[in-house]
């Protein structure tokens, strides 16, 4: 729309018009040092974003106290939402989105129904290294990206907090997280309104259970063994392991990332974010024993994740099953 001024003898002249449509020094200067690059790849995307005064591309104009930027790599169904609330908490603000490696999904203007069925078409495709550049000192966002060399090269500058659970669990909390949204495959509504039990725990593991823990888990655990990664696990934040070993790793936490906590803030943290509803929260917290059987221990071990479960530091299913 034109903008138009107007004098006290009549409309402004082309020169006065000029000087209202023509943006102030600074905002030139800005949009001129934005990254070209970054740009170009939002181009023709329905993807609101700021420039800062030195023209870096933001997806929120809002910096936390972190001189950092943060990004939370999680074992999916490994916490996400609680450690991203224990990040808030210390100060630090959402990026808003949830990146992987072929896109981010855009979770800033989403209601909570749209974040629990949100699926692959809502996501913005564009390489995983340039959607962490979205992410502003101050600020975290989570997701899974595969663990390789470009990657670490990619996030050299990046503070990267993995997080991380006995992988039973992550496998009982995904089919319950899916029967709970309607998620799945053609076969998945034959399982999906059964109880838990061990006869729908198979039942997930044959349907969707094996890919998952293949195509979704195993590509981000190398994270765990990086040097420059702090590893935390939900067990260990949760309080599994005794108060002092939780507010231990809340400080951790804190210090890799550049906040300052206090031991009575940790505390404050802890009660504001542990068991409070989160967007995936399934309503009770999940356990494998629940639900595991002979049959499911071979599937298990069948894709090596025995092995896998054991360098993360979980025993084997077999010094449990007769307790169950």
């Known amino acids: 729309m034109e903008t138009h001024q107007k004098t006290q003898n009549g409309p402004a002249s082309p020169a006065e018009n000029r000087a209202v449509d023509t943006p102030p020094d600074s905002v030139r200067q ?85 974040l629990i069925s949100a699926d692959r078409s809502q996501k913005i495709g564009i390489p995983a290294q340039d959607a962490v550049s979205l992410i502003g000192c101050g600020q975290f966002a989570h997701g899974q990206i595969d663990c390789n060399w470009a990657m670490h090269q990619y996030l050299r500058d990046t503070k990267v907090v993995f997080t991380y659970r006995d992988l039973r669990d992550v496998l009982v909390s995904h089919m319950r997280w899916v029967a709970r949204s309607y998620k799945g495959t053609s076969s998945t509504n034959e399982w999906r309104d059964m109880d838990d039990s061990s006869e729908k725990f198979l039942a997930y593991l044959n349907d969707i259970g094996r890919d998952f823990l293949l195509s979704k888990c195993y590509p981000v655990i190398g994270w765990f063994f990086h040097s420059n990664t702090l590893s935390v696990s939900f067990e260990r934040i949760y309080g599994d392991y005794g108060r002092e070993e939780q507010l231990a790793a809340i400080g951790q936490i804190a210090d890799y990332c550049g906040a300052s906590l206090t031991r009575q803030t940790a505390i404050s943290v802890l009660k504001s974010t542990i068991g409070v509803q989160t967007f995936t929260w399934s309503g009770a917290r999940s356990s494998w024993k629940s639900v595991w059987s002979a049959e499911a221990d071979e599937f298990f071990i069948s894709l090596g994740a025995r092995e896998i479960n054991s360098l993360l530091g979980y025993s084997s299913s077999e010094e449990d099953l007769g307790n169950i």
């Open 30 to 114: 800005t949009i001129q040092n934005a990254d070209l690059s970054t740009l170009a790849l939002l181009s023709g995307r329905r993807v609101p974003f700021y420039l800062d005064d030195q023209g870096t591309v933001l997806l929120n104009p809002n910096r936390g106290v972190s001189p950092h930027r943060v990004f939370l790599c999680t074992i999916p169904k490994s916490g996400s939402y609680l450690f991203g609330a224990l990040l808030e908490a210390m100060g630090l603000t959402r990026a808003g989105i949830a990146i992987t490696m072929n896109g981010f999904g855009d979770r800033r203007f989403a209601t909570k129904n749209e």
